[in-house]
């Protein structure tokens, strides 16, 4: 069965970093898109970043876009997301996704997502 699993989250203070890491199980990542979303509590899930299966094209959401970087390393299966002056704002629950179809954008994130990991929370406070 195709797994992904979220680390990485963790407790920072205003203005820290972390580095996400989507990892794969049981399939091989090279052929996925990988979508990085997040819910904050009480707000609506939104897509934050994705890269596609080739790492060439990536697309941030402009509420992260300067601050976080997505990359990839199909050899190890794994997807990261290196987050940079995080505010409380970016304190969410953070899910990767994977989809065949490539990332395309829409109003709420990015459409398609076949696979979902089960989430890391990240709290931004001091």
């Known amino acids: 069965q195709l797994q992904l699993v979220e680390s990485g989250g963790g407790l920072v203070q205003p203005g820290g970093s972390l580095r996400l890491a989507c990892a794969a199980a049981g399939f091989a990542l090279d052929s996925y898109s990988i979508g990085w979303f997040r819910q904050a509590p009480g707000k609506e899930r939104e897509g934050v970043s994705c890269i596609v299966s080739s790492g060439t094209h990536t697309h941030y959401a402009d509420s992260v876009k300067g601050r976080f970087t997505i990359s990839r390393d199909n050899a190890k299966s794994t997807v990261y997301l290196e987050m940079k002056n995080l505010t409380p704002e970016d304190t969410a629950v953070y899910y990767c996704?994977?989809?065949?179809?490539?990332?395309?954008?829409?109003?709420?994130?990015?459409?398609?997502?076949?696979?979902w990991g089960k989430g890391t929370l990240v709290t931004v406070s001091s």
């Open positions: 996704a994977a989809t065949t179809r490539g990332c395309i954008v829409t109003i709420s994130g990015y459409y398609g997502m076949d696979y």
